[in-house]
């Protein structure tokens, strides 16, 4: 595993990345960013506990009370906060993610995936890329780290250079479940790796990589902040809500000039429908996580 200081990538990082899909940074956030992240993390989840089910904001971790708040995830965090939407456009993070995605940079999406102490769940093996297919592969996840995330509390497993080979089918019974099953692909998970970080630092992976992560069977906590974002002429195949027009399209551009030239690589891609019948409850914030249970309960072993 590659870490570096809080600088631009050099040219044998960039070239980690290249060649195993995933990369770590320590310290990119300084100590008040993530005391500051922290605290708001901390205040939204006192929120949650006069929730019952799912919401826009929340999703809720089995479990979840108002005197034991457990959430799965804070869907669209900077909705929440806006500090949230001040650094996911911060030289802090682009600065870093230039080298591996060029000068026009658009940020794609945001979530705060969490998994509290003794008992988050698990995330199945998948690849991004299943969910938001491109013109062009140029498209990567930050994971902003706000504990430090370790193999005991469910730091992400990854497989390098897994993102050099194809889209796995991420469907089961003729539906797009969100995962894969091992079982069924040429897949082996004994190559993957624990990409531990330390709290304030980030990961970096390719959206075809192949990742997962296991529960937090530990006494802490490991919340992680994901920003997706893509080169400006990587254009979404599959249609995204939050984009009507050419105008709130561009608004998402944090670095460098917009294009209406998207530019097409010959790559294999496949499609995320049909979707299969969800109750609302899993519409209404879990997206993977409600996918992913379906898939569980349907013996899917996707572990």
Not at 39 to 48: F, K, N, P, T, Y
Not at 92 to 98: F, P, R, S
Not at 181 to 186: A, D, G, N
Request: hydrophobic content about 40%; glycine content about 8%.
């Amino acid at each position: 595993m590659v870490t570096v200081e809080r600088a631009r990538l050099s040219p044998v990082q960039v070239e980690f990345y290249r060649n195993n899909g995933y990369l770590t940074v320590e310290n990119v956030l300084s100590p008040e960013q993530l005391a500051t992240a922290r605290r708001i993390v901390d205040d939204l989840v006192e929120q949650s506990r006069g929730v019952t089910s799912n919401t826009e904001a929340f999703a809720l971790e089995e479990g979840h009370s108002a005197e034991t708040p457990r959430l799965a995830r804070i869907n669209a965090p900077s909705k929440r906060h806006p500090f949230f939407g001040e650094l996911y456009r911060s030289d802090a993070i682009l600065d870093v993610i230039e080298p591996l995605l060029g000068p026009d940079i658009r940020h794609q999406g945001e979530k705060l995936n969490m998994k509290t102490a003794g008992g988050g769940s698990a995330v199945e093996w998948h690849q991004d890329i299943a969910f938001y297919p491109y013109t062009n592969d140029d498209v990567l996840a930050v994971g902003v780290c706000l504990d430090d995330h370790t193999l005991e509390n469910g730091c992400m497993l990854m497989i390098p250079g897994s993102h050099k080979g194809p889209v796995l089918d991420h469907h089961q019974d003729g539906y797009f479940i969100g995962a894969i099953s091992p079982s069924r692909e040429e897949t082996d998970l004994s190559t993957a790796v624990p990409v531990e970080v330390g709290a304030g630092g980030i990961t970096i992976h390719h959206t075809r990589m192949l990742h997962a992560s296991a529960p937090n069977r530990s006494g802490k906590s490991r919340r992680l902040l994901i920003y997706t974002y893509a080169a400006a002429d990587a254009w979404l195949l599959a249609g995204d809500a939050r984009f009507v027009d050419l105008d709130q399209w561009n608004d998402f551009m944090v670095r460098g000039e917009p294009t209406v030239t998207p530019r097409v690589i010959a790559h294999d891609v496949r499609m995320p429908w049909p979707k299969p019948p969800l109750e609302d409850d899993f519409q209404a914030g879990r997206a993977i996580f409600g996918l992913q249970t379906l898939a569980r309960e349907r013996s899917f072993e996707g572990r």
